[in-house]
Structure formats: structure tokens, C-alpha cells
């Protein structure tokens, strides 16, 4: 609240100027700042070190991981926080010391207990390991843990092409899928009867083009000689043989007089 004051009178007499005195006295009293609170979450005050004591486990656990008791407070008030939020309840207190160090030197510190100790459990755990091994050999000697013969064996899948099969393969220029199809199919080439190829998007009778993209796709003119590998245009057939709408590339494979769709992951 703001102070009042009081007018005094001209003329008045000695004593009446006491009031305006000490006013000017409060008003120009040596103001002290109040004491700012540290922000830092990282350190205890006084009073928070009295009001988190560690409990009797706290100790226990502090002594496990060989940490002092400002060590453990900070730990714990770290956990409280964001780490807490966003870390595994596993993580060790090194880890979350050492992820939350204050400079350099704290770092290294805890990283340098965290591979020690990292160290000795590796260390334990092969030995343990070693034991093991050696139990199982008085136990049971050399014989396999497993006997591999009572296993169910898995049958190998059968291919769907048999070595008197003919595949159909529909195919346009430009189609990235069709020509992975193909190089499939060329590939295993030698396991078939043969490949026809009915390629659509052309001109019809433009033999030279076809004959053309042929080669560009790898297809060995002897091949074509051969009757191995026939290059047709589509002219209509697929709709002939697959009614309705379909995409491209699609396979069709022919056994005798019968035909059956393929899917390119078949091959």
C-alpha cells in the first residue's frame, strides 16, 4: 500500500516537520533484495537434503552401486523428473548419473564405473558359462542335447513349373515389374519347355520394334531360333484367355492343354 502523506503547512512550527522526516527516511531506506531460489534441479538445498534422508533400503542400495549419499539423492531426484519418464526402470543409477553429468570429468567418472563394471559381469558370466558346459558333460557326455532325427523335417516346396511347362508372360515397354518378371524367367530358362512373350503397346506387324526390345531385355536371338523363346504381339490374346480386367505382367502357365495363372513370386 502506498504510504500517505501529509501536507504541512507553511509556517508551522520545529516539531511539525517530524512526520515528512521520517517519511523521507522510510522512503529512501536501503532496500534488500529477497534471496532467489536456485533453479538448477541437478542440486539439493539444505532444507530438501534434510527432508529426503535416506530410507534404510536407499542406504542398502547406495552402498550396492557404491554411491554416497548426495550421489543417491541426486539419482533418485533425476528419476523423479524426465529420465524417469523416458528411461526403463532397469536403468542403473551410473547410467542415469552418467547420462546427467555436470561436466566432463563427471562423465568420464561414470562411464569409467560403468565399463568396470560392465567388464566384471561379462567376466562372470562366461565363467558361469564354462560351468555349465562342464556340468553337461558329466552329465550326459558327448551326446547331443537334441537328437535331430526325432525333428519333423520340413519337405522342400515344389516348384510350380515342371520341365514340360510353357509359361505365358504378358508384358508392355516401359513396366519395371514386367522386365524383373522376365529376367526371372530367363534365368530359368533351361528348367522349362519354353517361354512365350506377348507383348502389348506396340504397333502390330512392327516386327523391328519388337525384335528391338527383345534384345534391349537380354533375350538371346538363338533363343527365338530355337522356338526357346517366342516374341508375339498381344493383339487381343490375353483377353482371350483371362476375361476381365488384369494387370500387367501376368503369367499363365501351360501344361498340356490345360492353362493356369502364375503369380511372379512363384517363380
Known amino acids: 500500500m502506498a504510504a500517505k502523506t501529509k501536507v504541512i503547512p507553511m509556517g508551522s512550527s520545529t516539531g511539525s516537520w517530524r ?3 521520517v517519511l523521507m527516511g522510510v522512503l529512501f531506506a536501503p532496500v534488500t533484495a529477497a534471496a532467489v531460489p536456485a533453479t538448477d534441479s541437478s542440486t539439493l538445498s539444505q532444507s530438501e537434503q534434510a527432508t529426503t534422508e535416506l530410507t534404510a533400503l536407499e542406504r542398502a542400495r547406495a552402498e550396492h552401486w557404491a554411491l554416497t549419499s548426495e550421489e543417491w539423492q541426486r539419482y533418485r531426484l533425476l528419476m523423479n ?3 524417469g519418464s523416458i528411461s ?4 542403473s543409477p551410473i547410467e542415469a548419473l552418467g547420462i546427467h553429468a555436470r561436466d566432463a570429468s563427471e562423465r568420464r567418472h561414470f562411464a569409467e564405473r560403468w565399463a568396470a563394471l560392465m567388464v566384471e559381469d561379462a567376466e562372470r558370466i562366461l565363467a558361469f558359462q564354462q560351468a555349465y558346459d562342464g556340468a553337461i ?7 547331443p542335447l537334441i537328437d535331430r532325427s526325432l525333428l519333423p523335417v520340413k519337405q522342400p516346396s515344389q516348384s510350380p513349373l515342371a520341365r514340360t511347362d510353357r509359361v505365358l508372360l504378358f508384358v508392355r515397354p516401359e513396366c519395371a515389374a514386367c522386365e524383373a518378371v522376365l529376367a ?3 534365368a530359368r530358362l533351361d528348367t522349362i519347355a519354353g517361354l512365350d512373350i506377348y507383348l502389348s503397346g506396340l504397333a ?8 528391338e526390345w527383345a534384345v ?11 522356338r526357346r523363346v517366342t516374341l508375339n504381339f498381344e493383339s487381343g490374346v490375353l483377353a482371350s484367355m483371362a476375361p476381365g480386367e488384369v494387370n500387367l505382367p501376368y503369367l499363365l502357365r501351360r501344361r ?3 492353362l493356369t495363372p502364375l503369380t511372379g513370386s512363384a517363380l
Open 19 to 21: 512526520p515528512l522526516i
Open 81 to 83: 523428473g524426465i529420465r
Open 88 to 91: 526403463p526402470t532397469t536403468l
Open 137 to 143: 558333460t558329466r552329465l550326459v557326455g558327448e551326446q
Open 184 to 186: 526371372r524367367l530367363l
Open 204 to 211: 502390330p506387324g512392327d516386327e523391328q520394334a519388337i525384335r
Open 216 to 226: 534391349a531385355q537380354g533375350v538371346d536371338p538363338d533363343w527365338v531360333r530355337q
Open 256 to 258: 498340356g492343354e490345360t
